[in-house]
Structure formats: structure tokens, C-alpha cells
């Protein structure tokens, strides 16, 4: 049981806030302005400047919320002043959202009502406060303010203030696949803001990067570092005279290429490398469909704003295979499509075959049930050399199959097989079984060709299942061959 003295400050506490109730409160007023950096103002017509000077030294104001971006900070002023000069605005709070496109978010301020001190505004007086978002939508937005104050009871004043939320840059994504494991994503960015007559309207790029998805790694390639690092003994030689001497300065051309500027309908690509973080991930390699990551940039404007951008998710694309083997395009050596072939089967495994409506007939699996993948093959060859390659046949399917390999020479061109062309493999496990075997290449013409005419038979049924090519090859004549050559061409010349 309570003791008496115990509800004596609740009843204290409830009759102090009973009389601040009733008691007289001036109407407070809102004051809000955003934020932002001016702009450089128009020299006026007739106006004397510098012939080295051609924009005017003085500043101009913002008249209105003005051109916000995505990637921008949007920050705003908030005032809430009191006009009377005898009453008090009591049990001040002021709570701020901003609604954008798709959800309404709550921006934290110091007029929140959690600070005693700012509840009560004196006669004449006011308190402030500054609020901050970044902006990541696009569309209208609205900031909603909302001032809460007592004056015979709760009462609330409210208003709202609407924005449009522009893209400054768009950002699109190629990705191309290097291997199983491994993939180039292009970054391709475009600066789509309105060229303006007092030169807004350009920015500078000052960073760009890769977010690479969980168990990836993302590298930026820079041809310009690439194709410097590839030096012969003559470029080392100048190198270190020129380390005697000053350093040369870049020219004007090369310093604003290098400084990232991009004026309105300009476009800058980026290459970026992403690749399995992991030996477990790279075991397992980037299938159709997987997440790659997302690029992002830092830019700056005119007058020293920034914003980041992110772009979307970016995905693994699908290898160039079609249905229709005999028709589909070139599939180059490690493109990734024994991996997707190994995700189908097992994402068609995990619904137990079931198949929905909307689903095309004849997946990826089904289409090649038995993959046969070259094992670090040769780049190039030497004429009328025989070449060892090893090469890897796993089972997608469901059932052990007996498996024969075939190596059909009218379906090869340049580079033949040599020996047995038809090899027995015997039985192979379901679900992702493999063995390895080697075949003996030969080339007979000089030139690139790729390495075709790969079939597997299943010895059971007889089916035939038609790889594509396996791998491409560069064929080079033998170095006595070329150096009879030149020679020969030296004896003509001296004829």
C-alpha cells in the first residue's frame, strides 16, 4: 500500500501542468530557409571588368529553395521567433520530417522538446536549429514542420514546404565476364544537367569507386597506369636521366583532363575489376544473376557543394549461349557458363522439379546437362606442334550417365585433334560428378581460331550434346620459319 506522502508530488506535478494549460501563450512564428552555398553573380551590362577577369567578384544570394540534386546534403534553418512583447510562448516543440517519394523520415533537431531550456520563449525572443538529410530519391519532396505549443490546451501550427529533387549525373553499368570467378564492369557517367549561362551546370568528379557485394573484391583499372608500367630497358635508361633532371610540368590539356570535370552532355567511363575474394569463391565462381556491388561517386559543384551517387545493384550477366547451339554466339574460354549451368541445375533441385507457369521450357541445364571446360589452356601454339590440354567434364544432371567424349574432326578448323579423337569416360556421378582427361592438339594453319567440335554421347541412349567452342588460340610459325623468312627478304632487297 502507497503511503500518503508518496502521491503528494504526482498531484504537485498534475496541477502545475493543469495551470501551464490555461495559462496565456503568445502564437509562436516559423521562420525556415535552406541552406546553401550562393552563386557568383552576372556582371550587369555595360559594367567595366578585367580582360582576365570574366565573371564579377560579387556574390549573389538565393531567392528560393533552388536546384537540389541527389547525392546533395539538404540542410535547412529552422526559427521559431516570438512576436509579442508581454507573453511567453510556453511548451515549445517543433518537430520536422521529410517526406520523400517513398517514406517519410524523421529529422532530429534540438527543438524536439527534449531540452527544458528551449519550451518557454521569452517575450521578443527566439530559438533556432539546423536540420540535415541527404537526399538519395528523386522526385518531389517535402519538408513538413510542425510547432507545437500550450495556450489553453495543445495547439499546433503546420507547414510545408515543397522541393524537387533532380539527377545531376546518370550513371549506367556494362558488365562483361573474364572468367568464371571474375567479371569487368564498366561505369559509364554522364553529366545530364542544363547548361547555364553563367557556367553552372559543370562538376568535378573527385573520386570514383566500387562497393564489391560480400565475399568479392573490386580493383580499378587505369590504362594510363597499365600502359606506363610496360617499359623496355631504352624507356628505363631516359627514366633515370630524366629523375637527374626537373621533372617536366603537365600541360594545361593534361591537367584539366586529369582534374575529373564534366561540363553538361559530357561522359567519363570507369573500369573496375571484380573478382572472387576467396579460394571458397571462387570454387563456387559468379553465376547469372549474382551480385556484384555497386559503383559510387564523389562530386563537387561550382561553389564547393558535394554529393555522392550510388548506382544500382549491378548483376552478373547471362553468357552468350542460346537455345539453339548451332546458332548461338561465340562462347569464349572460362565466360562463365559452366557456372551457370552448375546454379540452374541446383536452383531447379531446391523446388524438386516443379516448374512454374511463367518459367521458359528448357533451361540452362537442361540445355547442357554435361559441360566440358579447357584447364588453363595454351593462349597460343606453335605450328605443327602438339599441345596437351586437360579438360573437365562434370555432370548438372540428375542420373549417373555412361559418357563418351567425341572430338569430330570435320566440325574442327585450324586446330585438330590428335590421336584418339573418341575417348570412353565411363560413368560419371549426378549433381556436379567430374573427370578430367587429356586430349592432344595440333595445328595446321597459322592465324586465331577457336577450338570446336566437341560432343558428348551418352552411351546409354545415345544422346548428343554439342559444346560450344571450347577455348580460342593464337597459332605463330616457328621461329626458324620467320627468320627464313626475313632473311629471304633481306637477299631480295639486296638483289
Same mark, same amino acid.
Given at each position: 500500500?502507497?503511503?500518503?506522502?508518496?502521491?503528494?508530488?504526482?498531484?504537485?506535478?498534475? +496541477? %502545475?501542468?493543469?495551470?501551464?494549460?490555461?495559462?496565456?501563450?503568445?502564437?509562436p512564428?516559423?521562420?525556415?530557409?535552406?541552406?546553401?552555398?550562393?552563386?557568383?553573380?552576372?556582371?550587369?551590362?555595360?559594367?567595366?571588368?578585367?580582360?582576365?577577369?570574366?565573371?564579377?567578384?560579387?556574390?549573389?544570394?538565393?531567392?528560393?529553395f533552388?536546384?537540389i540534386?541527389?547525392?546533395?546534403?539538404?540542410?535547412?534553418?529552422?526559427?521559431?521567433?516570438?512576436?509579442?512583447?508581454?507573453?511567453?510562448?510556453?511548451?515549445?516543440?517543433?518537430?520536422?520530417?521529410?517526406?520523400?517519394?517513398?517514406?517519410?523520415?524523421?529529422?532530429?533537431?534540438? !527543438?524536439?522538446?527534449?531540452?527544458?531550456?528551449?519550451?518557454?520563449?521569452?517575450?521578443?525572443?527566439?530559438?533556432?536549429s539546423?536540420?540535415?538529410?541527404?537526399?538519395?530519391?528523386v522526385?518531389?519532396?517535402?519538408?513538413?514542420?510542425?510547432?507545437?505549443?500550450? %495556450?489553453?490546451g %495543445?495547439?499546433?501550427?503546420?507547414? $510545408?514546404?515543397?522541393?524537387n529533387v533532380t539527377v545531376?549525373?546518370?550513371?549506367?553499368?556494362?558488365?562483361?565476364?573474364?572468367?568464371?570467378a571474375?567479371c569487368?564492369?564498366?561505369?559509364?557517367v554522364?553529366?545530364?544537367?542544363e547548361?547555364?549561362?553563367?557556367?553552372?551546370?559543370?562538376?568535378?568528379i573527385?573520386?570514383?569507386?566500387?562497393?564489391?557485394?560480400?565475399?568479392?573484391?573490386?580493383?580499378?583499372?587505369?590504362?594510363e597506369?597499365?600502359?606506363?608500367?610496360?617499359t +623496355?630497358?631504352?624507356?628505363?635508361?631516359?627514366?633515370?636521366?630524366s629523375?637527374?633532371?626537373?621533372?617536366? =610540368?603537365?600541360?594545361?590539356?593534361?591537367?584539366?583532363?586529369?582534374?575529373?570535370?564534366?561540363?553538361?552532355?559530357?561522359?567519363?567511363?570507369?573500369?573496375?575489376?571484380?573478382?572472387?575474394?576467396?579460394?571458397?569463391?571462387?570454387?563456387r565462381?559468379?553465376?547469372?544473376?549474382d551480385?556484384?556491388?555497386?559503383?559510387?561517386?564523389?562530386?563537387?559543384?561550382? *561553389?564547393?557543394?558535394?554529393?555522392?551517387?550510388?548506382?544500382? *545493384?549491378?548483376?552478373?550477366?547471362?553468357?552468350?549461349?542460346?537455345?539453339?547451339?548451332?546458332?548461338?554466339?561465340?562462347v569464349?574460354? =572460362?565466360?562463365?557458363?559452366s557456372v551457370?549451368?552448375?546454379?540452374?541445375s541446383?536452383?531447379?533441385?531446391?523446388?524438386?522439379?516443379?516448374?512454374?507457369?511463367?518459367?521458359?521450357?528448357?533451361?540452362?541445364?537442361?540445355?547442357?546437362?554435361?559441360?566440358?571446360?579447357?584447364?588453363?589452356?595454351?593462349? +597460343?601454339?606453335?605450328?605443327s606442334?602438339?599441345?596437351?590440354?586437360a579438360?573437365?567434364?562434370?555432370?548438372?544432371?540428375?542420373?549417373?550417365?555412361?559418357?563418351? !567424349?567425341?572430338?569430330?574432326?570435320?566440325? *574442327?578448323?585450324?586446330?585438330?585433334?590428335?590421336?584418339?579423337?573418341?575417348?570412353?569416360?565411363?560413368?560419371?556421378?549426378?549433381?556436379?560428378?567430374?573427370?578430367?582427361?587429356?586430349?592432344?592438339?595440333?595445328?595446321?594453319?597459322?592465324? !586465331?581460331?577457336?577450338?570446336?567440335g566437341?560432343?558428348?554421347?551418352? *552411351?546409354?541412349?545415345?544422346?548428343?550434346?554439342?559444346?560450344?567452342?571450347?577455348?580460342?588460340? $593464337?597459332?605463330e610459325?616457328?621461329?626458324?620459319?620467320?627468320?627464313?623468312?626475313?632473311?629471304?627478304?633481306?637477299?631480295?632487297?639486296?638483289?
Amino acid at each position: 500500500m502507497a503511503s500518503p506522502n508518496s502521491s503528494q508530488p504526482l498531484a504537485a506535478s498534475a +496541477t %502545475a501542468s493543469a495551470i501551464d494549460d490555461i495559462l496565456p501563450s503568445a502564437t509562436p512564428t516559423l521562420k525556415v530557409m535552406r541552406l546553401q552555398a550562393p552563386q557568383l553573380g552576372q556582371p550587369s551590362a555595360g559594367a567595366l571588368l578585367s580582360p582576365t577577369h570574366l565573371l564579377s567578384s560579387n556574390l549573389l544570394l538565393p531567392d528560393s529553395f533552388g536546384v537540389i540534386h541527389v547525392g546533395e546534403t539538404f540542410s535547412a534553418y529552422l526559427g521559431v521567433l516570438n512576436p509579442s512583447s508581454d507573453l511567453p510562448v510556453r511548451g515549445l516543440t517543433v518537430t520536422v520530417q521529410l517526406q520523400t517519394p517513398s517514406r517519410r523520415i524523421i529529422l532530429p533537431s534540438r !527543438l524536439d522538446g527534449t531540452d527544458a531550456s528551449l519550451k518557454d520563449i521569452q517575450p521578443g525572443g527566439g530559438v533556432d536549429s539546423i536540420v540535415s538529410r541527404r537526399l538519395e530519391e528523386v522526385g518531389q519532396h517535402i519538408l513538413r514542420v510542425e510547432v507545437g505549443y500550450m %495556450a489553453n490546451g %495543445a495547439k499546433t501550427l503546420r507547414k $510545408f514546404y515543397r522541393f524537387n529533387v533532380t539527377v545531376p549525373l546518370n550513371i549506367t553499368e556494362t558488365v562483361v565476364r573474364k572468367g568464371d570467378a571474375s567479371c569487368l564492369v564498366s561505369i559509364t557517367v554522364e553529366n545530364v544537367m542544363e547548361k547555364q549561362s553563367s557556367g553552372g551546370g559543370a562538376v568535378t568528379i573527385s573520386s570514383v569507386g566500387f562497393e564489391p557485394h560480400s565475399g568479392l573484391v573490386a580493383e580499378q583499372i587505369n590504362i594510363e597506369e597499365d600502359s606506363q608500367g610496360e617499359t +623496355t630497358e631504352t624507356d628505363d635508361i631516359m627514366t633515370a636521366r630524366s629523375d637527374l633532371s626537373a621533372s617536366p =610540368r603537365k600541360s594545361t590539356v593534361e591537367l584539366y583532363d586529369s582534374c575529373g570535370r564534366l561540363e553538361p552532355g559530357e561522359i567519363n567511363r570507369y573500369l573496375f575489376s571484380v573478382t572472387a575474394g576467396s579460394e571458397a569463391a571462387a570454387l563456387r565462381g559468379i553465376a547469372f544473376g549474382d551480385e556484384l556491388g555497386r559503383a559510387y561517386l564523389i562530386y563537387y559543384k561550382a *561553389m564547393g557543394e558535394s554529393g555522392k551517387l550510388f548506382s544500382s *545493384m549491378v548483376v552478373c550477366p547471362p553468357t552468350s549461349f542460346a537455345e539453339s547451339i548451332s546458332q548461338s554466339n561465340f562462347v569464349v574460354h =572460362r565466360s562463365g557458363l559452366s557456372v551457370d549451368v552448375a546454379a540452374a541445375s541446383a536452383q531447379r533441385s531446391s523446388s524438386s522439379g516443379r516448374r512454374s507457369s511463367n518459367e521458359s521450357p528448357g533451361s540452362l541445364d537442361e540445355l547442357l546437362p554435361v559441360t566440358v571446360e579447357p584447364i588453363e589452356p595454351p593462349s +597460343t601454339m606453335k605450328l605443327s606442334i602438339p599441345e596437351k590440354v586437360a579438360l573437365l567434364i562434370v555432370n548438372h544432371s540428375s542420373q549417373s550417365m555412361n559418357l563418351q !567424349l567425341q572430338m569430330r574432326l570435320p566440325n *574442327m578448323n585450324g586446330v585438330v585433334v590428335c590421336g584418339p579423337s573418341f575417348v570412353n569416360l565411363g560413368d560419371v556421378p549426378p549433381s556436379g560428378g567430374s573427370c578430367t582427361i587429356d586430349v592432344n592438339l595440333i595445328a595446321l594453319v597459322a592465324g !586465331l581460331f577457336s577450338v570446336q567440335g566437341c560432343y558428348i554421347v551418352d *552411351m546409354t541412349n545415345g544422346l548428343e550434346i554439342k559444346q560450344p567452342a571450347l577455348f580460342d588460340v $593464337f597459332v605463330e610459325l616457328p621461329e626458324n620459319v620467320n627468320e627464313e623468312k626475313k632473311s629471304g627478304t633481306e637477299d631480295m632487297m639486296d638483289f
